[in-house]
């Protein structure tokens, strides 16, 4: 007789095993290249606010 319970699942994986899958690190490299080309994107605002005339 199995005495195992019907609801019980097999346990999952090690979360390290997660951290460093190859789809993390290719989720975390698109998350890197949007917040570069937001900043890039950003920079021409920013030079017109910080930046001013000195006519001679």
Do not use: G, V, Y
């Not at 199995?2 to 997660?18: G, H, Q, T, V």
């Not at 993390?24 to 890039?40: C, G, M, V």
């Amino acid at each position: 007789m199995n005495m195992r319970c019907a609801n019980s699942a097999p346990a999952p994986p090690p979360l390290d095993s997660n951290l460093h899958s190859l789809s993390r690190q290719l989720i975390e490299l698109r998350i890197e290249h949007a917040d570069l080309d937001a900043t890039i994107d950003r920079l021409p605002r920013l030079r017109r606010k910080t930046s001013f005339c000195c006519a001679a």
